[in-house]
């Protein structure tokens, strides 16, 4: 694969799947979830003594009690069979008498589907009449419906009324809600304590979500004095109901041992009863447990198959994990652009989604909500930029990678930069280019710096400034950046722009960079050894670095590696071999001295061959030059 210029094919895995406890948020539950408390077991609860026929008879003359009634016994099955369709009948008919618990039932049936077609205005238009006729139940509904826009155009001033008066009524989902808006700051200011006061109220009569973001409040210390055995009561409150956001809390409690001792396996153990109720960020947290050995085994199976989990909940993290570990075939997967193409398409729009919606609260620290956008969208871009796995695009790249530099991604930048320094756009717009990889620079990408320095040397989309060139080109090399380094070797060599001429300097940029493989630099220490130029002379150094720099297609070394064979310089006499490398030479030279000396070199050579020697020379030559691509130097 082609990728960009000098730039690895490969991201690592986003932080969480490496570090993956440390990175989830505290263990909220999201605010105003309207389908939190809309419980169809629940609208059974009422059934009272009197016999099935009893009540039949009383709903079919007329009564709306014994209508209700009737409606909630179909729900539960309870002396009637269940049927949730007959329910739905008889609390129409309820409703229709204007009886509000009735009405509120059968808006929980139409909002979810179960006995009626799933209609969500009708459901909301239902909450409201049980609303307006004082079912603080209802109310609640109805302000999450505005917190939502579900059903209702978003109103932030009609949410908090109707959840206030849910609230003051005493209902546990309307003290949640309206402990989530002081919490959360939403459609309010944001008070802890007034926070912590709703929770309390709504913990009290059970609401596992009240129970989790009470307890983080005494974890933390906000709104109340910190207190981390209430914190832990609290949330073991809420995992004893099997609300698996209360798993979840004790799972992250006894793996970041902030409130009770660490116990890994412990933690474990609450984060698979979480992931097996089909928590999306338990599943990732068991996943990356599985990865690193946390309180279990190393399975890099069982990884995949709760990050698979998660993902196929649209768990936007999970689907860019997956897609990043597909790409290089990581966790044990083989190596598949296309699944990860497609992962890294959805989870990057879901993420884009989830971000832009304030109810939705993501369980992860900020920064990793960042990383993944920065990982993901630079590993889909250069997907595009390659077209595998994608049709190539290049204006999908540069949006996908303007999007990983936006959020912190260097090496976009990086990369932005050589899309307007090659045209990829349209004409080439060096300023662009320039400005981009100014970017990078600042933060600290030495591919990037590297680039800044060519372009202050050579003047091409800045001006010309020779001091600035060093400067750019020795904080890369000093970064490790084998280019920045062998630029260093160059400007010391021949004493350029400034610098000295002091070829012990170059000799020792050129070691650093030929060490990575950079094939110019490994010719340029062959010569230094073999001519005494900054280094001892050394005839065996010198082959030593000119066959590595000859097996990259380096003229130069090739013509150094031919005529050593030539002659028997620091190796046997092998003139078979040398006509291989000099006739290498001579093709890849560019006109000019080297190639006149290489031509020189190979006519030697052809000189003391046979027919069938030479010919068997040309072949091997050939067979070599195509591993190259056709470039003169």
């Not at 290498?584 to 061959?609: I, T, W, Y």
Request: aromatic share 8%; hydrophobic share 40%; charged share 20%.
């Amino acid at each position: 694969m082609n990728w960009p210029a000098w730039r690895s094919s490969r991201v690592a895995l986003v932080r969480l799947l490496l570090a993956p406890l440390v990175m989830a948020a505290a263990p909220t539950t999201g605010p105003f979830e309207l389908s939190r408390g809309l419980d169809i077991a629940s609208l059974g609860a009422s059934v009272g003594p009197e016999s099935a026929k009893t009540i039949v008879a009383q709903a079919e003359r007329g009564s709306p009690t014994a209508q209700e009634k009737l409606g909630e016994m179909y729900v539960a099955g309870a002396k009637v069979p269940r049927d949730f369709g007959e329910a739905a009948r008889w609390f129409a008919k309820a409703a229709a008498h204007k009886q509000p618990l009735a009405t509120r039932d059968l808006a929980v049936l139409t909002y979810l589907g179960v006995g009626v077609p799933q209609d969500t205005n009708r459901a909301v238009a239902l909450f409201r009449q049980a609303a307006e006729a004082g079912l603080p139940t209802a109310q609640a509904s109805l302000g999450a419906a505005y917190a939502n826009g579900i059903g209702v155009p978003q109103d932030w001033v009609q949410a908090l009324a109707w959840t206030r008066k849910a609230a003051e009524h005493g209902d546990p989902n309307g003290e949640y809600h309206l402990g989530a808006s002081y919490d959360f700051g939403m459609g309010i200011a944001a008070d802890p304590t007034e926070a912590a006061h709703w929770y309390e109220k709504a913990a009290g009569q059970g609401h596992s979500g009240a129970q989790i973001n009470l307890g983080v409040l005494y974890e933390q210390g906000r709104g109340v004095p910190r207190d981390p055995s209430r914190a832990l009561s609290l949330y073991t409150q809420s995992a004893t109901q099997g609300d698996s956001g209360g798993e979840r809390a004790l799972g992250l409690a006894y793996h970041q041992g902030r409130i009770v001792p660490r116990d890994d396996a412990l933690s474990a153990e609450w984060l698979l009863r979480a992931a097996k109720q089909g928590d999306a960020m338990s599943q990732i947290l068991l996943g990356s447990a599985y990865v690193n050995g946390i309180g279990v085994p190393k399975d890099q199976s069982q990884a995949v198959h709760w990050f698979t989990a998660a993902a196929e909940q649209r768990e936007p993290i999970a689907e860019v994990q997956l897609g990043l570990a597909y790409d290089p075939g990581q966790l044990g997967l083989a190596r598949d652009y296309a699944t990860a193409a497609r992962l890294l398409t959805k989870g990057l729009a879901d993420l884009q989604i989830a971000t832009k919606q304030p109810l939705r609260r993501l369980p992860y620290q900020p920064q990793l909500i960042e990383a993944t956008f920065a990982d993901g969208a630079l590993e889909l871009g250069l997907l595009a930029y390659n077209g595998v796995a994608v049709p190539q695009d290049m204006k999908r790249a540069a949006s996908l990678l303007r999007l990983s530099s936006e959020h912190g991604s260097a090496r976009a930048m990086a990369i932005v930069g050589d899309i307007y320094r090659d045209g990829r756009l349209g004409a080439p717009d060096l300023p662009e280019a320039a400005r981009w990889y100014r970017k990078a620079a600042a933060a600290g990408n030495a591919d990037a710096m590297n680039e800044l320095g060519t372009f202050y040397q050579t003047g091409r989309g800045l001006e010309k400034d020779p001091s600035q060139a060093i400067s750019w080109y020795r904080q890369a090399a000093n970064q490790g950046n084998a280019p920045a380094q062998e630029n260093l070797g160059r400007l010391y060599w021949f004493g350029w722009d400034g610098l000295p001429k002091d070829p012990e300097a170059a000799v020792q940029w050129f070691e650093r960079a030929g060490s990575q493989g950079r094939p110019w630099s490994q010719s340029m220490l062959a010569l230094a050894y073999r001519t005494g130029q900054g280094a001892p002379v050394d005839d065996e150094k010198a082959l030593e670095w000119a066959r590595k720099a000859a097996e990259q297609g380096d003229a130069m070394a090739e013509n150094t590696v031919g005529y050593a064979m030539l002659i028997g310089r620091a190796t046997a006499i092998d003139i078979e071999q040398s006509c291989v490398w000099l006739e290498l030479a001579v093709e890849r030279a560019g006109p000019g001295e080297l190639k006149d000396r290489a031509s020189v070199n190979l006519m030697h050579a052809l000189l003391q061959l046979t027919d069938e020697q030479i010919a068997a020379c040309k072949v091997h030559a050939a067979t070599w030059q195509s591993r190259f691509a056709s470039k003169p130097q």
